[in-house]
Structure formats: structure tokens, C-alpha cells
């Protein structure tokens, strides 16, 4: 599979490269969808891609890299170049209500090579849409509107990889819809996919950690437990408001039977996410937000390091300084932004002394950015984070410089 990804990439880069030899009277821009006010369920298509001639296939992608100096309690790995991610769109408008879409994503050179999304859609009406293939889980927003263009942090928010599993993606099928208005605009998203195993416990973190089941691939080839995971989001967005999202996904995560014989009972997983995005006028703040609550069922039989219950997320605020032309660019703006996150992976107390489990991370960045378009970002950050272990001893604290960039192409 491996070998197929990259000798399928190969040959897309290849005719990416090719673009220079082809009479630029032929490239078009797909337009976008701006049918009506884009919601988080819009970020899968509503990305830049260009079209050659009339070919029915479109292409795109992102490539973000950056330089870090960081510090954990005065013991630092120095100067760090990283190629984080690369990312490849290619989509096709099979018919007028048909359209397929994939996203490959390459990790730290080719450390990681994932199918984020490849489905096909098939749309009746706006409200009633069939989605099948390698499916975006619709938990929180992040998950669904990850690209590292749209974001002026270096980092992921650790609420969305080291608590939820980023850019987590099942093979399923589901229906989705949309509905606007003047002001109004309604959307809903229903999936069955495979979903998680026994390594959200089983793991070498020894904790409850849910992203260690992204370690299994088999998951884009049969389900761990024959138990579907279950993701539904409902979300409105009021032009002047902003959006709201509510999103559950849930399941059975152990392999309880096997031929037959029942191993253990069925233990689930409950997750519930709230998400959160506007605009304020007078000053054109943008705020984006996100919380999460998990609760799993964890065995008697494993200790209390493991925890039932775990929360968390985050709040950006980007403040526009400066718009207008600067080094030749149009429409350049310089930003500042901040994002404050929490996340609690123990949220409980310890039995037999009645005491407050803490295992609990917060952190603190500020930023100024500078888009010369608005696909292309380079932003300087400095993080400040505070971890706190299992028994609640003095954190460790980390900090240090990251700069970096992000574009679409």
C-alpha cells in the first residue's frame, strides 16, 4: 500500500511539475462553493484548486515547514529545521451531482504516509447527501478544518492530537446537509465508520490516550471489533453571530468476542465536542474555539493512571494590525494573534487518598503573522507550556521561538 501511495504521488507531482511547459491560457481555478455561508463542513472543498483545460480532474495541496527553538526546564534539542507536512488534493466532478474527492498527507519528510480523505459524494438535495469511502470524523471543528494555511499557529492545538486524534479518518458512509437562508444557515453530518481499538489503554503512554489507535492501519481494512463508530454534528451559523457546533462519536472499542467466545463485555467510548467561531465586527477579531469531553470505560483491572474521564481544547483570538500593500503585495495583512489551551487527561481523584489526579497540560502562545495573500501565511510564535504529572508535583515548564510558513498551491 505504502508502495502504492508513492508511486501514484510521483506521477501526480510529476504532472504538477509540468505545469510551466503548458500554455497558461489553459490553467483555470476551480471556483469555490459560494453557495450561501461557508461552514466548517464546507472546509473539505473549499480549498484552491486548478483545473488544466477541461480535464475532469482538479488538483491542489499545502505544504507547511518551520524552525523551532525550545526549552523544557533548561534542557533544549537546539536548533530544529522540520518539513512538518505535505499535503495533495486531487478532486474530479464525475457528474453535476457527483464529486470525488482525496487528500494524501505526508508527515516529516515520509515518516507518515496517510489517506486523510477519499470519498465520494452523491448529492439528492441540499439537505440529503450520501458520503462514502475514507470519511473526515466530524468531532469538534478542528478535525473537519485542519488545513495549515487557515491557521496562524505553528502548532497543532494539543487539544486536537495529543487528547482528540487529529485529522482522524475511518472508512465508512454517511448522509450530510445543508440549508441556508438570509441570515441562517443549518448543516448536519451522519457517519458509520470503523473506529478505535484496545490502544487507547493499551499504549506507551499509560495513560488513556485515544490518538495511539491512529497506530493501526488495518482500520482502513476491517473493523477491530465489527462495532461501527458512530459521529453525528449539527451546527448553525448566523451571519452575524457566528457558528455553533455540537458533534457526539461514540462506540464499542474492545474486541470483546472472538470466534464466538465472549472475551469481555462490549466497553464504549462517549465523545462530545462543542466548537465555536465569529467575527467581531467593530474590530474584525477573529475567535475560534473548541471543547471536548471523553468518557471511557476503563477495566477495574487497570490502575488509576488511566483515566474515565478527560476534557479539554482551546480559544484563538487573530487581531488584524495592518492591511493594505506592502512589499508588492496587495492585500497583505499583518497579524497578532493568541491561543490559550488546556487539556486534563485524568479528570479524577485518586481513591484512596481522596486527592485531585492531575496529569493536565496548559499552555500559552502568542503570534504575530503576515499573509501576503490569503493563502499563504509565515508566522513567528512563542510557546509557553506548563505540564503537570500524574501527582500533581511542580510542572515542567517549556518554552521557546517557532517560525514558519504555510501556503496552498
Known sequence: MRKYILHSTAMLLFVMSSYAQIDPSLLRRVPKDSSGMQMNLDAVYNRPFLQIGKLPVALGGY????????????????????????????????????????????????????????????????LLNFRGGVVMNPIGAFNQNHDGPKWEFVDRPVSATQLLPATWSNV??????????????????????????????????NKTFLPATKLNKDRFEESFNGSP?????????????????????????????????????????????VDFNTTIPKTNTAVNAEWAWINVDVPSTYTEQFGHKQQGGFIDLVQPLIKKRMFGFEKAVLNAALRVEYVDWNNGHFKSTGGTIADHLFAFVPAVSWRPTAQTVLRLNYRYQLKTDLLGNPPAKLGGIQFGFATYF
Open 229 to 273: 463508530l458512530v459521529t453525528a454534528k449539527a451546527a448553525v451559523r448566523n451571519r452575524k453571530i457566528g457558528e455553533v457546533g455540537l458533534s457526539y462519536m461514540g462506540g464499542v472499542y474492545n474486541k470483546f468476542q472472538d470466534d464466538g467466545l465472549m472475551l469481555d463485555k462490549k466497553r464504549k467510548l462517549h465523545v462530545v465536542a
Open 63 to 126: 505544504a507547511e515547514a518551520n524552525y523551532q527553538y525550545l526549552g523544557e526546564d533548561g534542557i533544549t534539542e537546539g536548533h530544529q529545521f522540520q518539513m512538518r507536512r505535505l499535503t495533495l488534493f486531487v478532486s474530479s466532478a464525475i457528474s453535476k451531482r457527483i464529486k470525488f474527492l482525496s487528500e494524501i498527507e505526508f508527515e516529516d519528510g515520509t515518516k507518515e504516509i496517510n489517506i486523510e480523505f477519499a470519498s465520494i459524494d452523491i448529492e439528492m438535495s441540499p
Open 172 to 205: 465508512g458512509f454517511g448522509i450530510f446537509g445543508k440549508k441556508f437562508t438570509k441570515e441562517w444557515a443549518y448543516a448536519y453530518e451522519v457517519y458509520l465508520t470503523n473506529g478505535f481499538d484496545d490502544q487507547i489503554i493499551a499504549n506507551t503512554e
